[in-house]
Every structure is written in C-alpha cells, then in structure tokens.
C-alpha cells in the first residue's frame, strides 16, 4: 500500500486514517491487513484496508510488527485493564472505542455479561471471527451480539446485520450504571442499547440538582433516574414510546417514585411550558445529533438553539441547564457561542458551571478531533 506525501503527513499527525485520493497505489484484497508505505518505500505502518469506503486506510500500529491473534488479544486485553481504573460502580460501559483504542472501526460495549460487537469496516469485518474468539477467552460473555446496523457499513459495502456471534443473548439484560439497574435491549435499542457515554453526566448532574426537573429527550431515562433522588419530581419527555416504556420499567425497577415519563416531542413541550409560564430548578437537554454532516449545521444550529432558548426561560433564577451536543461538527466554541446568544435572547446572566465531554470509557485519541464528539455544558441562570 503506497501512500502519498500528504497521507504520509497525516499519519505522521497522529491521525489514523488515509483517504482514498492520498493512495497511491494498493495491490491489496478488500479487507486486507496492509503494509503502508511511501512512493521511496519508506515503511510507514501496517493498518486496515477498505477497497470502497472514502477512508482507504486506517492505521493499526506504527511498527513493524505482526498483526495476528497476538496482536489483537493484546490490544484488547489493554482496553480493559484501562476501563478498570475509568469505570466505577457501573458493568454496563464501552469496552473498546474503535480508533481511540487503537482498534479501528471496531466497537464493543459490555452489558453485565453480554457483548455488543461493531465491526465497521471491511477489513475489522474480516477479523470478526478472531475478535469474537478472543472475547470469549479473555471476558468468558455469557453472549455477544453483533449490532452490525450503522448505516456507515454500506459505506464499506458490507450489509446491514443483527445477529448473535457467541452464546445466547436475552432480549432483556439487567446491567448497573453508577448503581442504578437499567433494563437493555442490545438487538433494537439505540446505539448498541444505551447511551453509555452520558453515564459520567448523568452522575455529574445529580450534584445540582433540586425541585422541579424536566428531562427532555429522556430516551430509557438516564438523567432523569441518577437526579431523582435530589429532587421533588422529574419530568421525562421522548418521542419513542419503546424508549418511555423502558423508562418506565427501570423507574420500577429501582422504586423511584417521584419520575413520570411520557411521550412527547421535546419541542412543543418547551414552547408550551414556556407559554403557560411553567418553572423548573434544572432542564436537562440530550437531543440526538442534529448536525449528520457539515451540510446539515445551519439547521441543526438552528434547533439546538430554540430548545436552549426556550430551556433558559422556563427555568427559575439559580436554575440550572444541562445542555448537550453528540454532533461532531458542532464544536464547542461554536456551541458555546450559540447558547450564550440563546442567554442574551432570554436575557439571562449565565456562567459556566462544568464544560464536560463523553465518559471516559469512550476515550479521545488527542490526534483525532472525530474522536472528541460528545459537549456536555452544566450552566447556572445566575439572575
Ligand atoms: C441522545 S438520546 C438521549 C439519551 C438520554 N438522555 C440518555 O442519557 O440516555 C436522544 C433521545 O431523544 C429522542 N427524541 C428525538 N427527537 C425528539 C423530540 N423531538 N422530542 C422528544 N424526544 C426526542 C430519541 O427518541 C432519543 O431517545
């Protein structure tokens, strides 16, 4: 595989990945494990090769070394020994975080004793097998799922697949997040069943909060559940009623009395409790990634600032906002900037009370931005 000199600077970088326009020639398989090099046949790495996608390679280790079940068990076994000091009180968390773990386009999520597996490229599709066979001798999972629906994977050309690769998987499995018993469903709930990288978050919240708390975009109420124990009573709002019945269920589970979740689109619940004049101590804002792609940023900017707006009105002076942003292409500057004119717009004096990101389980690879997606601001309405 023969890079160019710009591909050559990307790496160089730190960045793993090498598109398509900066090979320059590649006697490869779909799918294969690569030697990369430059035009003078200069080693630069051995890496991941994908015949379809934008993104041709994406860089495995700097060195001139094997990348055989050895290689792989190794950088597994690496993941995990770092979630034991990352992760606390807590058995359902992201395992491996594909290039941010140094395993490209591979993700794995551990529920208690089950593993969902992602495998996002040709060529981590081709080491599939290994992968699994490896988990289950390192980990022992009573199951693992392959949660191989991302829409990325035709990307690759490789199709969409929901299926189990190892033991049984129940459609219901019982894990703890920062001690509080969710029920997941691996196969047909978001992401691979949860939004693991709020866990951090959603404890972070607890610390302020008080009253009257509305959760917006509630989903199987991960905010709502970890707060409710500081307040009088949370409001859980989601427009997917599997996602507010699972809610339910984990209010249930853990006996918290003082939640109701309902269906409802978060934006005509703001504007209506905005209308009637309705105060909370705490708004908690977690929408899906508005901003898919660069394109798409105007109008994503657009709505994450009229639920900011509406947020900061209906909340009561010393309230606090708990505002969120999975969009990588929205960046923090620029959703700062926005909320701070959502504040002027409300006219409301707000401060900073935490910038904070995805948990740490979900790692940032300092050398790739994409890797740093999630912004999490925890702000104060001061008068
Ligand atoms: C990023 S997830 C929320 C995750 C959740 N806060 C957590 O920490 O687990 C976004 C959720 O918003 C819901 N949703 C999308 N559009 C919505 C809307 N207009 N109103 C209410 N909920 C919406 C989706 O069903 C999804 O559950």
Not at 63 to 68: G, H, M, R, T, Y
Not at 88 to 102: I, K, P, S
Not at 275 to 286: A, K, Y
Not at 306 to 320: D, F, S, T, V
Request: hydrophobic share 40%.
């Amino acid at each position: 595989m023969v890079i160019s000199t710009r591909g050559v600077e990307r790496l160089r970088s730190g960045h793993p990945w090498v598109y398509r326009s900066d090979v320059r020639s590649a006697q490869a398989e779909a799918g294969a494990i690569v030697r990369v090099t430059d035009e003078r046949g200069r080693f630069h790495g051995r890496a991941f090769y994908s015949a379809q996608s934008q993104i041709a390679v994406r860089l495995l280790t700097r060195e001139n070394v094997p990348v055989d079940r050895a290689f792989f068990t190794e950088r597994l076994r690496r993941a995990a020994a770092y979630r034991e000091t990352a992760v606390e009180n807590t058995d359902a968390y992201r395992l491996v975080h594909g290039e941010a773990d140094l395993l490209p386009s591979i993700v794995i999520d551990r529920y208690g004793d089950y593993l969902a597996v992602q495998t996002l490229s040709q060529a981590s599709e081709k080491q599939k097998n290994l992968i699994v066979e490896i988990l289950v001798e390192q980990f022992s999972p009573k199951g693992i799922l392959e949660r191989n629906d991302p829409k990325v994977r035709l990307l690759e050309g490789l199709p969409q697949s929901v299926s189990v690769l190892h033991g049984d998987v129940p459609v219901e499995i019982l894990a703890k997040e920062n001690g509080i018993t969710f029920v997941y469903d691996l196969a047909k709930g978001q992401k691979t069943g949860s939004f693991l990288d709020q866990r951090e978050n959603h404890w972070a919240a607890r610390r302020y909060a008080s009253g009257e708390v509305l959760d917006c975009f509630s989903y199987q109420g991960g905010f709502a559940l970890t707060v409710a124990a500081e307040c009088e009573h949370v409001e859980g709002i989601d427009m997917g009623a599997a996602a507010v019945q699972a809610a339910r269920r984990n209010q249930d589970l853990n006996s918290i009395p003082n939640v109701t979740f309902r269906e409802g689109n978060a934006f005509d619940v703001l504007k209506e409790y905005d209308e009637v004049g309705r105060r909370f101590q705490m708004v908690i804002l977690d929408p899906p990634a508005f901003a898919k792609n660069r394109d798409s940023l105007e109008a994503a900017t657009r709505g994450y600032k009229e639920i900011n707006l509406r947020a900061l009105k209906i909340l009561a002076p010393g309230g606090y906002l708990i505002t969120c942003s999975c969009s990588y292409h929205l960046s923090e500057a620029l959703f700062l900037q926005l909320i701070a004119e959502a504040a002027n717009d409300a006219k409301k004096n707000v401060v900073v009370a935490e910038r904070r990101t995805q948990a740490q389980d979900h790692p940032i690879l300092l050398t790739m931005p994409e890797t740093h997606y999630l912004k999490a601001l925890i702000l104060k309405v001061i008068e």
